[in-house]
């Protein structure tokens, strides 16, 4: 009986989302271009909203955070490009990485690192 217990609550332990909350330094590569945005990140159980700080401007953001995958948009309006920016990765600790989407400008690399 014990046993089980234990393994119900690791299980129940593993599928609890990593706390994200906080600010974020995080590098972008979009065909071969860099940035350097900041996220500030809270977290409510698995939804997630905050602001954007970087080269596109300034934007809310929502997303979702599900076990260790997060998920995160804005809309930007700039003379660089209008539209829906979005984020997916994998968080571990207190970094993240993963890949994200530009609109018509392309698709690109992150990587986090929590402030």
Do not use: C, H
């Amino acid at each position: 009986m014990k046993s089980v217990i234990a393994v119900v609550i690791l299980a129940t332990g593993l599928a609890m989302a990593a706390d994200i909350s906080g600010t974020w330094n995080v590098t972008v590569e979009v065909q071969g271009n860099t940035g350097t945005p900041t996220f500030v990140l809270k977290q409510d159980g698995e939804k997630l909203t905050g602001t954007y700080s970087g080269l596109l401007g300034d934007a809310p953001i929502t997303g979702t955070i599900k076990g260790d995958q997060v998920e995160w948009s804005f809309d930007v309006k700039s003379d660089q490009v209008t539209g829906k920016v979005t984020y997916r990765g994998t968080v571990s600790g207190a970094k993240m990485s993963g890949k994200l989407s530009l609109g018509d400008l392309g698709e690109g690399t992150w990587t986090g690192t929590r402030k």
